[in-house]
């Protein structure tokens, strides 16, 4: 399976951006879908998650009723809309993949094996 994240930019203190995810290969199996990020000098972050088994979600307590995680099956994108960022979301964001078999949405960086190449989101104050 191959991801391809994009959307990353430059945006104020209060603005937003989408990021979008791409699937592509042999996706069938992945069930559990991420976003992590990684800001300077800190350990990779989980951001929010997606399970195609029960369509639920996931997000850390940081950015939960900020930041919307959702999915377009039909172009193969999971996408993380970002509204009223903060300095502190400056980092490189990731997108995962994994399959679980009970269709349990993981936490942990080292739980996914299928990462995007990462996208820049910069938020200035």
């Known amino acids: 399976v191959q991801l391809q994240a994009s959307g990353g930019g430059l945006a104020q203190a209060g603005g937003s951006l989408r990021l979008s995810c791409a699937i592509s290969?042999?996706?069938?199996?992945?069930?559990?879908m991420a976003w992590f990020r990684q800001a300077p000098g800190k350990e990779r972050e989980f951001v929010s998650a997606?399970?195609?088994?029960?369509?639920?979600?996931a997000y850390a307590d940081s950015v939960r009723g900020r930041f919307t995680i959702s999915r377009e099956d039909g172009r193969k994108l999971v996408n993380l809309q970002m509204n009223s960022l903060k300095p502190e979301d400056t980092a490189v964001y990731y997108c995962?993949?994994?399959?679980?078999?009970?269709?349990?949405?993981?936490?942990?960086?080292?739980?996914?094996?299928?990462w995007g190449q990462g996208t820049l989101v910069t938020v200035s104050s």
């Open positions: 290969g042999r996706s069938f199996g992945m069930n559990i």
């Open positions: 997606f399970s195609w088994r029960d369509y639920g979600t």
């Open positions: 995962a993949a994994k399959f679980d078999p009970s269709g349990t949405i993981g936490r942990l960086a080292r739980d996914y094996n299928n």
